[in-house]
């Protein structure tokens, strides 16, 4: 069973920045897709960043945004670490959501059961 540990959370004024974390039990982790996720109050969760099992796009990797993210979230993985990270820039209050981080199934969901995620808030 794969347990997922996400970390990095706060409150920080709009145009400010956070490093999420999310430290993930199991070896599945290295071969897996992972993602970012995050569920705003009264929405639906929603991916907002995913990385492929090789992080290096040079090497066949791919990584993919969100629109509302692009250009300011940047998601990187440490597979030595079973870590995956989202270095988030420029937030805005609209970014306010409890996020989260699984392996991506095909559809796009989350494929294990989701960990307690960790609370951003931007003030504005």
């Known amino acids: 069973q794969v347990q997922l540990v996400e970390s990095g959370g706060g409150l920080v004024q709009a145009g400010g920045s956070l490093r999420l974390s999310c430290a993930a039990s199991g070896s599945i982790f290295r071969f897996s897709t992972m993602g970012w996720y995050r569920q705003a109050p009264g929405k639906q969760r929603e991916l907002v960043a995913r990385i492929s099992m090789v992080a290096r796009i040079s090497s066949g990797g791919s990584i993919n945004y969100a629109d509302s993210v692009q250009g300011r979230f940047t998601i990187s993985r440490d597979n030595a670490k079973n870590t995956v990270y989202l270095q988030m820039n420029s937030l805005k209050p609209e970014d306010t959501a409890v996020y989260y981080c699984?392996?991506?199934?095909?559809?796009?969901?989350?494929?294990?059961?989701w960990g307690q995620g960790t609370r951003v808030t931007v003030s504005s």
């Open positions: 699984n392996v991506v199934g095909a559809d796009g969901s989350g494929w294990y059961p």
